[in-house]
């Protein structure tokens, strides 16, 4: 046995030690009694979880219950089955529901339930009084104190006697679970309830309570219907004073009197404010025959009566008549008032409000003054009657039209000339027609005396008319003849060359600027192109000017153009004409002279440059062979040396002068380096050119010389030097 025990105490042991298991197999949800239940029933929620371990002690978990995925409510269990009891449950409980178990790491959650509270409870209507008086106001308080706002309520005001409703408001209450509207009293209200009816939306369901009526509201009147009282009773008469009353009764409920109004035809003719009655008092009329509407009004509440008034004709209405109602100033106007029966009566004739006569007839020669609305009075007794009226127009003559023009200014073509039509005497309205040509051109009608002013653009020289016509009988009075004496602007300048653009120099050169259409005298101005000023102007009253030049040269080549203008163009706008290119050129016999000129100049040109280079080549020679020669004494006839003499004379027969031979030598060297010469050397030859002058020398002397090229001064003063070198003499 001993052994038993240790066995079993070693087992327990080794599961202590080792770590439980566990799994939730399943859980799910039921609702008791059921998903659906009527409002105010009992409602039992349970969360149902199978876990499986292998510890002998069940572990705790924890149920969460959800509500449209927010948790309402939580517990830590260890059972199988947890509970949520919703006492009556209502319309805001209906949702969709979830429960979740958790159990250390692990998790599950059922799928979502819907649950569905079925109904509304019936909702509470109070009311702040139970009688009222006509015009006033009855405050309804409906509410469902069991539900949650937001609530749909529905009110209706009904007619305990008629059964109908007389009124109707729905209203929404957002925040609270009641209503409170007010509903106003109206006089053919009695005996009143109020029904209300609650709605509140679950899901996409409508859930309605029942009809709730209030307790009996009843209507007390603050005024009685109003009553008429006519006077004198039975027949009226034409003269008899007429008394209309309007009365009415008010209670002690009212506040203050209520407003009574009389009229007759929508038109108030009495009324009073603080009173129990309102009277008509008037002598009785025609006029005065029809219905008459007696209104009591205060607040919401208004009360009518209605009542026909005949009263008996005396006299029937008097007639004005006139033998013409259009006649011209002179003619005889003849009025007459008369009456139906031609009873006795005092007759008088009106003219707007002044009196004309206070006999039944009138006769006078009409003048203009006369015309106006006449009407005439019968009067018998007491009664005064007006008849119809009658407008009597009076025509004077129109005096002969005037027709002008504002003459300060010429009219020019194309622009808008007012030619006004006046006629200063005559009655209105005046219908004025300007004629052009004989022919209507516009039609006006004036309601006074100023002028008519009609509008044209005359393109010619035209004449205008105006007729005047009114009421009188003479009919149409036609004025003067108006002459309009249109300027035309100058139009389309053009200018070109009488004989040819192209001009033989020294010919005759002749332009001429012309326009179509303008009217004289007409300003012409020649130009030349990006010339400001013109170099020809002139004023003719011909449609064309003309300048010449009787010779032409070159310096009238160009561009030429020119203007034309009168009174009639504006100065900003000087029409100008074409552009003419006019070229000058030479006559054939000038071009030859001129090019005989040229090569004759060439020629001349050409040989002395010719002449004068080979001048320059013979100088160049002859100077280096005097430079170069050895000096030698001169002999006479008996060879016999001559002493050289120091004057000047003794050198001048050979032409050489010692201070010009020693001065082209020295600016032979001192313009060496500039002159920078070529070095040539020359043999030359010297013979004797006069045996008889100077002894025989035999043989050839060869002489070595430098020629250097140098400038022509130079060469010059070689030239001068060599030359008297070489006389043998």
């Known amino acids: 046995m001993w052994l038993g025990v240790l066995l079993t105490l070693l087992f327990c042991s080794s599961l202590e030690g080792q770590e439980n298991s566990f799994t939730i197999n399943s859980i799910r949800m039921e609702s008791l009694p059921g998903w659906t239940v009527r409002n105010g029933q009992n409602l039992t929620l349970q969360c149902i979880v199978d876990i499986s371990t292998t510890s002998h002690v069940k572990p705790p978990h924890l149920v969460l219950f959800y509500k449209d995925d927010v948790m309402f409510y939580n517990v830590s269990s260890r059972e199988n089955t947890e509970s949520y009891f919703i006492p009556q449950a209502r319309v805001y409980d209906s949702g969709k529901y979830k429960c979740t178990v958790i159990l250390n790491n692990k998790e599950k959650t059922t799928p979502e339930y819907q649950v569905s509270v079925r109904g509304v409870p019936n909702p509470r209507v109070v009311l702040d009084k139970k009688e009222v008086i006509e015009g006033g106001v009855v405050t309804v308080n409906c509410s469902v104190e069991e539900e949650k706002a937001p609530i749909y309520f529905k009110i209706e005001k009904v007619s305990l006697e008629s059964k109908t409703i007389k009124q109707s408001r729905e209203k929404t209450s957002q925040n609270q679970n009641f209503v409170m509207v007010e509903f106003p009293i109206e006089e053919q209200d009695h005996i009143l309830i109020f029904r209300c009816q609650a709605m509140i939306l679950s899901g996409l369901q409508m859930e309605t309570s029942d009809l709730t009526r209030s307790d009996l509201v009843t209507v007390r009147s603050s005024f009685s219907i109003p009553k008429f009282h006519v006077s004198p009773t039975g027949m009226i008469t034409e003269g008899d004073q007429l008394h209309v009353k309007c009365t009415i009764q008010v209670t002690h409920l009212a506040q203050a009197f209520p407003e009574i109004i009389i009229q007759k035809d929508k038109v108030i003719v009495a009324h009073s404010r603080h009173g129990n009655e309102a009277v008509y008092s008037v002598m009785a009329a025609e006029e005065h025959n029809g219905n008459y509407t007696c209104k009591v009004e205060a607040s919401r509440i208004s009360k009518v009566s209605s009542i026909v008034v005949n009263i008996t004709e005396l006299f029937s209405k008097p007639k004005l008549e006139s033998s013409i109602t259009r006649l011209d100033e002179g003619e005889s106007l003849s009025l007459r008032c008369t009456i139906p029966g031609a009873p006795p009566a005092n007759f008088t004739i009106w003219k707007e409000n002044m009196t004309v006569t206070q006999t039944q007839n009138f006769t006078k020669v009409a003048s203009e003054w006369d015309s106006g609305t006449y009407m005439c009075t019968a009067a018998i ?19 002969e039209p005037r027709i002008f023009y504002d003459s300060r200014s010429e009219v020019v073509k194309g622009r808008t000339i007012a030619i006004s039509c006046q006629s200063i005497n005559g009655s209105l309205p005046i219908s004025y027609h300007l004629l052009k040509a004989n022919k209507t051109l516009e039609s006006f009608q004036k309601s006074s005396n100023d002028p008519a002013v009609f509008k044209d653009k005359p393109t010619k020289d035209t004449e205008y008319q105006c007729i005047a016509e009114n009421c009188h009988s003479h009919g149409k009075i036609i004025s003067k003849v108006l002459r309009v004496k249109v300027i035309a602007p100058v139009d389309e300048v053009k200018l070109t060359s009488m ?18 259409e303008g009217s004289s005298p007409i300003t012409y101005k020649f130009y030349r192109e990006n010339e400001d000023k013109p170099f020809h102007e002139t004023t003719s009253n011909d449609t064309q000017a003309i300048w010449h030049k009787a010779q032409a040269s070159k310096e009238q080549e160009g561009q030429y153009y020119c203007t034309a203008s009168n009174r009639a163009n504006f100065a900003r706008s000087l029409p100008q004409s074409n552009k003419l290119t006019v070229k000058v050129f030479l006559a054939p016999w000038k071009k030859g002279l001129i090019a005989v000129v040229v090569i004759g100049v060439i020629i001349a040109t050409l040989l002395l440059g010719a002449r004068c280079y080979f001048l320059k080549k013979a100088k160049a020679k002859q100077i280096p062979v005097e430079m170069s020669r050895p000096a030698a004494p001169l002999l006479n006839s008996n060879n016999e040396k ?9 050198n001048s027969h050979y032409g050489y002068n010692e201070d010009v031979g020693n001065h082209a030598v020295k600016s032979l060297n001192e313009n060496k380096e500039d002159l920078n010469l070529d070095v040539e050397y020359t043999e030359v030859e010297v013979s004797s050119p006069d045996p008889h002058r100077a002894p025989e020398i035999k043989g050839t002397e060869t ?12 060469m010059e003063n070689r030239c001068s030097r060599t030359e008297g070198s070489l006389d043998g003499t």
């Open 381 to 399: 007794g007491n009664v005064v009657k007006k008849s119809n009226k009658v407008q009597i127009t009076v025509c004077e003559m129109l005096s």
């Open 703 to 714: 002489v070595y010389s430098e020629i250097r090229k140098a400038d022509r001064d130079f």
């Open 642 to 650: 001559i002493s050289s003499d120091p004057s000047p004379e003794a």
């Open 499 to 516: 004989l040819s653009e192209e001009v033989e120099s020294g010919k005759a050169f002749v332009l001429r600027c012309c326009v179509n």
